[in-house]
């Protein structure tokens, strides 16, 4: 058994690894923690990195996959290379839930029974709420591929992101995702992080970074400490979580990140200046 697995094992590093698929999207949320918009660089992995990325985590002991942008099904290719990753490992796929024409609604039939999990974000059960951080007709949208989706047999979960969210409020979410069809143990609630275009909205929490789980985050220009690590401000990327700027082999960030976590020493390319 390799040293990671045992770590995955013992629970020391947490079983999922993140891959940025790519930053654009056709979105400008307020908040949006990589600035992402349709024009911004795409720092796109590719099909076949991602593919790698899968095959090396499962044979290192790693349990489980995520996969997030920018946008991610605006990649051609995505639905495909979901369906070939989840041979490997379960996987969540974080989309902002508007890309679903029909055309991607028949390839999706393909995640039907796979251990795969479609996470769509969807901040408020009020559209003027919800549309007026995520963009125009963004409600009306969601939910309509939410439904088709889970029509269609694949696993959805919703991901609602907000400053402050009384009971009220989150009463009248759960109501419409439990007639969505979605159950309570797929809906999370977390907090805007002030990173990316939240610190220029004047949103979000500080997060005392250190307290975010180390799972191993795979970028186009590097390997970060957490998901919540390759942020974007200014147009620049952040590397106050780069644990490594080497991601191939995996065995690689993956070593050094365990590293890091047992308090051991750093490689040479980390900056991992955690405030
Ligand atoms: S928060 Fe998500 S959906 Fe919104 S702009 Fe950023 S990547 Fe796109």
């Known amino acids: 058994m390799s040293e990671i697995a045992e ?3 013992d629970g020391v590093l947490p079983g999922r690894v993140w891959l940025y698929a790519n930053y654009h999207c056709n979105l400008t949320c307020t908040y949006c923690l990589t600035e992402s918009a349709p024009k911004v660089a795409k720092r796109e992995l590719g099909a076949q990195r991602m593919l790698e990325v899968a095959a090396q985590a499962r044979a290192l002991g790693f349990t489980s996959l995520g996969v997030t942008g920018g946008e991610p099904f605006l990649l051609s290719y ?11 490992l379960p996987i969540v796929v974080l989309t902002n839930g508007t890309l679903f024409t029909r055309a991607r609604l028949e390839e999706a039939r393909g ?8 996470q769509i974000s969807l901040d408020s059960a009020d559209p003027v709420a919800n549309d007026t951080m995520r963009g125009p007709e963004n409600f009306r949208r969601v939910v309509a591929a939410i439904d088709a989706l889970v029509a269609r047999g694949v696993r959805v979960r919703i991901a609602t992101t907000a400053e402050h969210i009384d009971e009220h409020e989150l009463e009248r979410l759960c109501q419409l995702h439990r007639g969505l069809g979605v159950a309570d143990e797929d809906h999370i609630v977390r907090p805007i992080l002030r990173r990316g275009r939240a610190i220029d909205s004047g949103l979000g929490v500080d997060t005392d970074l250190i307290d975010l789980p180390p799972e191993l985050t795979i970028t186009a220009d590097g390997a970060y400490w957490s998901p919540f690590g390759p942020t974007v401000h200014g147009g620049r990327l952040d590397t106050d979580l780069l644990v490594s700027r080497t991601t191939s082999p995996l065995d690689k960030p993956a070593n050094i990140l365990l590293r890091l976590v047992q308090g051991r020493a ?4 980390a900056k991992l200046d955690i405030r």
């Open 78 to 88: 995505l639905t495909e290379t979901i369906i070939e990753m989840a041979e490997m």
């Open 7 to 9: 770590a995955v094992g």
């Open 111 to 118: 995640l039907t029974g796979a251990p795969v999990a479609i």
């Open 266 to 269: 750093r490689g040479d390319d």
